[in-house]
């Protein structure tokens, strides 16, 4: 499996990415797609969360290969521009992203992971994690990972 390297512009994620503020999608930086990929997946994930550091704040997939996935994804399930993709149902119970919202104390950990996968899966919009990952079962040929802090 070859390696993606995923970057974003901060470390520590400024409000407008989280329910503190505008509750928009960071943008993210993807290096070493190679010929292979055809389509690709961003999930993101609260590492930290109670419960195993498990809880989903946005799936997206059948993403066109891109260098920039740009901010502020519209929350529609089927999403035009200003990227291609397909969105997912997160854990608070709405398509597409939903920042980072945690309780007041310790700050947590959000990684943000893409994987590029061999085709496009067949899923229909508002999937949960689960059935994503199921879609996404032999189809995965790269993977990389970034992640970002925020508290409150």
Not at 12 to 27: F, K, M, R, V
Not at 95 to 118: F, M, N, Q, W
Not at 133 to 141: E, Q, S, Y
Not at 146 to 151: K, M
Request: charged fraction near 15%; hydrophobic fraction near 40%; include cysteine.
């Amino acid at each position: 499996m070859d390696t993606l390297t995923v970057k974003l512009t901060v470390f520590h994620l400024p409000p407008n990415y989280t329910c503190d503020g505008e509750d928009i999608s960071p943008a993210i930086q993807v290096e070493g797609i190679g010929p292979d990929v055809k389509a690709m997946v961003i999930m993101m994930v609260d590492a930290t969360a109670a419960g195993g550091g498990s809880f989903t704040h946005w799936l997206f997939w059948n993403v066109e290969p891109a260098r920039i996935i740009p901010e502020n994804i519209p929350a529609d399930p089927v999403v035009t521009f200003p990227i291609a993709g397909v969105q997912g149902k997160n854990d608070f119970g709405f398509t597409g992203y939903s920042g980072p919202c945690p309780p007041k104390g310790a700050e947590h950990r959000y990684d943000i992971k893409v994987y590029g996968l061999s085709s496009q899966i067949d899923l229909p919009p508002g999937s949960d994690r689960k059935a994503l990952a199921a879609a996404m079962a032999g189809k995965v040929v790269s993977f990389g990972q970034g992640n970002v802090i925020y508290g409150r």
